[in-house]
C-alpha cells in the first residue's frame, strides 16, 4: 500500500508557497484627501476666542485613528465652569446613561463580529460520533437466519475544513469587520460628547430658568408694593381707577410669567435625572434649589481645522465606515476567482463497540475542493457593482461629516463671540433700568411724575432683567456648543462595564 503522508507533505507545502504568495483582490484603503483651511474664519470674531497658532499650514483632513484617540486638550471642560454639582452630574451621567450603554453593547458586538471573523484564518474542527443498532428485514436479506439481520454500526470521526485564503477573501472581510468595530468605538466616543453637552446644556438652561424666575417674582413683588402704593393714593382722594387697573393689570402680566417658567425649571430637572439614568423625580429636592449661572470659562482656544477633525469622533466614524465599504468591495471581487477549501476526515468505523480505534478500524480522507463562480459571473459582476456604489455613498458621507464638522465648529465660534458681546450690553442696560426704576418710583411718590412713567419704568425694568438672565444663559451655554463642536468631553479611558448599570433610585 502506498503511504500517503509523503503527498500530504507535498501538498501541504505547496499550499504554503501559494498562501505566501497570494494577493488581496480589491482596493487598498487609502485615506481620502480633502483640503482644509488654514484657519477658522470665525476664530477672530470676539476677544474671547484666541487666534490660531501661526505657521499653521492646510492640511487634509486627519481623522482619528480610533485605535488610539488622541485627546484634545480640555477633554473634560465641565471642570472649567467650577460647579461641583455640575462635575458630580457629567460624571454620573457617563457611569450611568443607558444611550451610553447601548452605544457600549454596539461596540461590544463590532468587537465580538471581529473576533468571529478572525477565525475564518484557521481550519474549522468539528467531530462525530454515531452509533446504531438496527435489523434488516427479510426481504432485505432473504434466506438470512433472523438473528443474524441484527446489524450494529459504530463511528467516530473528526473533520476539519479550511479555506485557503488565495485571493484575500478572508484577510478583506477581516480588514472590513476591524473597519466596523472601529466605526463602532467612535460611534461611542461621540455619544459620550453628546451626553456631557446635553447635561452641561440642560444644567445652565436650568439655572438660567431659575434666575429668570427669580427677576419675575422679585418684579412682582415690586409691582405688587407700586399697587398698594396706587391704592392708598386712590381711597385718599389722590388717585384714580384708572391709574389702579393699569397697575393691577402690569402685576397680573408679570404673575402670568410665573408658571410657564416654573413648567421649564421642572422640565430641565427631569432631563437631568434621565440623563444619569435615573427616573425624572430624582434630582427635584437637590436641584430646586437656586444656584447663580456657572461662570464663563476664559480663552478657548479651537486650535486649527486639521486639529479638530483629529479630534472628532463622528468624522473618524465616517471613515472607518468608507475603510469597510472598500474592503467589502475586495470580498465581492474574490468571488471572480475561485475559492479553494482544503478538508480532511480522521475517524473509526467498525460494527462492534470494542473494534473502534483498532487498527482495522481507522478511516481517513485529505480532499482539495475547489468552487468557482464563473458560471454565475454576471451576479458576482453586480455584487461588485454594489460594493462600489456602498463605497461611493460612504466616502459622500465621510466629506459630508468633515464639511459638517467644520461647519458646526464655525458657527459655534460665531455664535460664542458674539453671546458674549450681547451679554455686555444687556448687562448694562439691566443696570441703567434698574436704577430708572428706582428713580422713577421716587419721583412718582414725591408728585413730580405720573403713574404712567413709574409704570414703564417697571416694565423695562423687568424686560431688561429677564433679558440680561436670558442673555447670560445664552453665553454659557454658546460656550458649551463650542466646547461640544472641539469634540470635548469624552474621557481617556472607554467607560466601565460594571458601572453602565441600570440605576433607578
Known amino acids: 500500500m502506498v503511504n500517503p503522508l509523503p503527498n500530504v507533505r507535498a501538498l501541504t507545502l505547496g499550499i504554503a508557497a501559494a498562501l505566501l504568495a497570494a494577493c488581496a483582490v480589491g482596493p487598498d484603503y487609502v485615506r481620502p484627501d480633502v483640503p482644509t483651511p488654514e484657519h477658522f474664519v470665525q476664530a477672530e470674531a470676539g476677544a474671547s476666542v484666541a487666534e490660531p497658532a ?159 424666575l427669580r427677576v419675575a417674582r422679585e418684579n412682582a413683588d415690586n409691582q405688587q408694593e407700586t399697587l398698594h402704593l396706587v391704592e392708598a393714593r386712590f381711597n385718599a382722594g389722590r388717585g384714580t381707577e384708572f391709574d389702579t387697573s393699569r397697575a393691577r393689570a402690569q402685576l397680573e402680566s408679570t404673575l402670568a410669567r410665573v408658571p410657564a417658567l416654573e413648567a421649564q425649571v421642572a422640565v430641565n430637572m427631569h432631563r437631568l435625572a434621565v440623563l444619569t439614568g435615573r427616573t425624572p423625580d430624582a434630582l427635584i429636592a437637590e436641584l430646586e434649589a437656586q444656584q447663580p449661572l456657572p461662570a464663563l470659562p476664559g480663552a478657548l482656544d479651537p486650535g486649527t481645522p486639521g486639529e479638530l477633525l483629529r479630534h472628532r469622533p463622528d468624522v473618524a466614524a465616517a471613515e472607518q465606515r468608507l475603510h469597510a465599504a472598500t474592503a467589502r468591495i475586495g470580498v465581492a471581487t474574490a468571488d471572480l476567482f475561485p475559492r479553494f477549501t482544503l478538508g480532511g476526515l480522521i475517524g473509526s468505523q467498525a460494527i462492534d463497540s470494542s473494534a473502534l480505534f483498532e487498527r482495522g478500524s481507522e478511516t481517513r480522507l485529505v480532499a482539495l475542493g475547489i468552487d468557482w463562480s464563473f458560471l454565475d459571473i454576471g451576479r458576482v459582476r453586480a455584487r461588485i457593482k454594489a460594493a462600489d456604489a456602498d463605497a461611493e455613498g460612504d466616502l459622500a458621507r465621510y466629506e459630508q461629516a468633515v464639511l459638517l464638522a467644520l461647519e458646526d465648529t464655525e458657527n459655534a465660534l460665531v455664535r460664542h463671540a458674539r453671546a458674549r458681546i450681547e451679554d455686555q450690553h444687556l448687562e448694562q442696560a439691566a443696570l441703567d433700568s434698574a436704577k430708572a426704576a428706582r428713580l422713577a418710583r421716587v419721583r412718582y411718590e414725591a408728585g413730580a411724575t405720573d403713574l404712567f412713567e413709574a409704570l414703564d419704568a417697571e416694565r423695562t425694568q423687568l424686560q431688561a432683567q429677564d433679558a440680561f438672565a436670558d442673555g447670560r444663559t445664552r453665553s454659557v451655554t454658546s460656550a458649551v456648543a463650542l466646547y461640544k463642536a472641539l469634540a470635548g468631553g469624552w474621557p481617556e479611558r472607554m467607560p466601565e462595564r460594571k458601572k453602565l448599570a441600570s440605576r433607578t433610585e
Open 54 to 212: 501661526n505657521g499653521s499650514a492646510a492640511t487634509a483632513a486627519a481623522p482619528a485613528d480610533t485605535a488610539s484617540f488622541p485627546l484634545v486638550a480640555d477633554a473634560e471642560f465641565w471642570r472649567d465652569f467650577n460647579d461641583p454639582l455640575l462635575t458630580r452630574l457629567v460624571e454620573e451621567s457617563l457611569a450611568a446613561n443607558h444611550d451610553l450603554r447601548i452605544a457600549l453593547a454596539n461596540y461590544d458586538r463590532a468587537n465580538a463580529l471581529l473576533r468571529g471573523a478572525k477565525f475564518d484564518y484557521f481550519p474549522t474542527v468539528t467531530a462525530h460520533a454515531e452509533a446504531s443498532d438496527g435489523r434488516l428485514s427479510a426481504d432485505q436479506a432473504p434466506g438470512v437466519a433472523r438473528a443474524d439481520r441484527d446489524v450494529e454500526s459504530y463511528s467516530v470521526n473528526a473533520q476539519a475544513s479550511w479555506e485557503l485564503d488565495l485571493f484575500g477573501r478572508v484577510r478583506r472581510s477581516v480588514e472590513a469587520q476591524r473597519a466596523g468595530a472601529e466605526a463602532s468605538a467612535a460611534d461611542l466616543q461621540a455619544m459620550q460628547v453628546a451626553i456631557v453637552g446635553e447635561v452641561a446644556r440642560s444644567y445652565v438652561e436650568l439655572r438660567g430658568l431659575q434666575e429668570r
